[in-house]
């Protein structure tokens, strides 16, 4: 009997965990629009590129193998992704959460589903023209993975994190040349797993080119759901 009512407290506690996840090409928005979705929401957020960054920074093994990969514009390998993810995500899997550049190939889609299901997949469609503009102009705060625009979102002292004071940095993955093979691989191994969410009802599309046009929308569509939830 206590068993019983016990299982089904872990149920209802389990049932009301939101697991999102945004998708979008390079430049997309994803790691801006995530910042909002944190700070309206409170989901806990997971960036693969922010975990791969961290680990080159602090030269791990993993990091300087995924360094020259990730510099050249390309994927690093769905098993190594997969698992690093899967195992960072150990760390939030009691609250809600948002997982961002993560899955990007069906494989990771399929190893993810594995684990759980995914409630929503907000994808932002966002031309590549806009996309290759912006991406001159991203500034980041490696350890926080907060982001800035010279036109969009300036710091407020040029060069400099707007919460901590720390220097921000230029991706060496931002140039011109990399962006495009960047934009190749999210046609070739990414734009199919729009298709595999479509088909299990989950996909959310947002088209546009102005984030604060495509923002309130999110917040109402999350709004919606997170109270549905709960
Ligand atoms: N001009 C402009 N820049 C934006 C807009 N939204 C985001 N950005 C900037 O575009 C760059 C890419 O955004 P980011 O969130 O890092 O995209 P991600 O690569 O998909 O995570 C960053 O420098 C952002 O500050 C927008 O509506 N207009
Ligand atoms: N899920 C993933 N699968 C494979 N490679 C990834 C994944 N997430 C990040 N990466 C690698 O890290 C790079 C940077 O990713 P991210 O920070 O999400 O940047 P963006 O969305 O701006 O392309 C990618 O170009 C890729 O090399």
Redo the contacts with the bound molecule.
Sequence with gaps: MVVTTLTQHWKMLLQRIFRAVIM?????G??TVSGRIVKSFGLMHL????L??ANIKAKTELGLL?KS??DQ??????DV?SRL?LTEMRNIDQSSWLL??????VS?AESLDNVCSVDTVINLDVPYQTIKQR?TSRWLHLPSGRVYNIDFNPPKIAGLDDVTGEPLIQ?D?DTPETVTR?LK??ENQTRPVLEYYRSKGVLETFSGTETNKIWPHIQALLSKKLSLQN
């Design positions: 979008g090409p390079p430049g997309s994803k790691g960036s693969s590129g922010d791969l960054r995924m990969c990730i514009g390309q994927l690093v390998p769905d992704i993810i961002d550049g993560f899955p990007r190939t990771q991406l991706r993955d960047r691989a999210y």
